[in-house]
């Protein structure tokens, strides 16, 4: 069946950016449809606009997605409060006296909202002119065109950017008024006593500690054994140890069997083979898997293919319809974490004749914990299946006097190199400065700069650089062959003559 026409620009919902209002002479297909707001939709538009291509953003809700609204934003925001507020209370080491720390969370959760509020208007100040802002679901119905609401519109080209939804956690007697997601957290104005997180993942971990900074007493419960499952153990020892020195009480290797209401609280009875443990609370707060957002996108009608871990894309970020592209975590949890990075690669694909691959490049997964761990590109076992011959080395930050005089002694550098080559292919990383280090290891693992490379920049030989650099001379001196020892020998000694 032929979809309606194209709506009239009268009759189009648009919410035209600036003064940039739709115009009357319109061709009538988008060079570019992106479905979904958030930051890889609206990173997708900016570089729409720079190749100057005519393009619509599709967005239900508000401008900026999950991230703005009750994501990554509200949630760094707490966490810096949390930051400071540890920092005060431990200020000692330092030779300060802090008798007492009073925390006023109705203005931390002030902060969180001014913050997150800042974030969703620098989003709509930050959209290219001549952008039409559409409001309303989108559905696919045909191979090139997508329905809102009771209009069509059509593409040349469309981008996915749905996102991802939270799964839902079913525990007997969890009643859905009973459960606090993280969406909500960033809207009490009062903190709980005490708090169960079911959890622990990355963000589950994040909110877990920042919360027992502020003041809750929290539990920590998940049936998985490890903190941050997928992260490496020596990683996740360290910041399982900085959570127990802070009074996070762990349960992990529990499941969770019955919520009860006692009174105003809440009771879970948690279960280990054999053995039963009953915590009481004030809030249970439920940090699940997402999952790719594709459900209400009707895919089918533009034959598009998903899978649990989202829609199908190839090296270039098409889907099966080569029309239509897809980037972000709708693409899987992996693409989550550079998703404005993907959705820039995916317009250039789907506009302009050179293709780019997305492929092969290394990505960083970070969690924001104290002590911070970040994942930089190929873990060992996934170099291997490549093919790869991998060495593996380590430098410890509390044996540099450095980071000790920063009074953040706790941390280690593990970097993967392709064994008889200079070449890097991933990292962990554990401690203070993670991220401007794993910023840095993924740009020389993507332009191909090995250590030798690396050490030759300017870097500062003082804080987390310095370890990539002690490992850059360290391999250094393993690869020089004897024959330029002996040269070297002969020539010092030639020097001192």
Known sequence: MEPPPLTSPAESPVVANGAAARHLDRPPRYNLLIIGGGSAGVAAALEAARWGATTALVE???????????????????????RAAHQIRTSSKFGMDVESLDIEFAKVAKHVRAARQAAA???RDELPLGLDVIEGAAR????????VGQRTLRFHRALIATGSTSVSLEVPGLATEDRTTESSVYDWDELPRRLIVLGASAIACELAQALRRLGSEVHLVDPDETLLPGELPDATQFVRSQF???GIFLHLGWTPRQVERTGAAKSLTLQRSTNRLKLIADKILVITERRPAVADLAIEAAGLRADDAGVQVDDWLRTSNHAIYAAGSVCGREHAGQADYFARIAV?????????????????????????????GMSPREAGASGLVIRVQRHDFDTACDERAAGSLEGFLELYTVAGADRIVGAVIVGSGARELAWLISAAINHRLGLKKLAGLPLPASGPVA???????????????????RWLNKWQAWRRS
């Open 121 to 123: 208007a620098r989003v």
């Open 244 to 246: 127990e020195r802070e």
């Open 140 to 147: 696919f119905i045909g191979p090139d065109c997508v329905q």
């Open 348 to 376: 250039q694909n789907a506009l302009l004749v050179r293709h780019r691959r997305a492929a092969g490049a290394a990505l960083i997964r970070y969690t924001c914990t104290d002590p911070p761990v970040a994942k930089i």
């Open 467 to 485: 370890a990539l650099l002690t490992l850059a001379q360290r391999l250094a001196v393993e690869r020089r062959s004897p024959a330029v020892d």
């Open 60 to 82: 239900p809700r508000q401008l900026g997605g999950y991230r703005v609204t009750h994501g990554e934003v509200p949630r760094t925001a707490l966490l810096a409060a949390a």
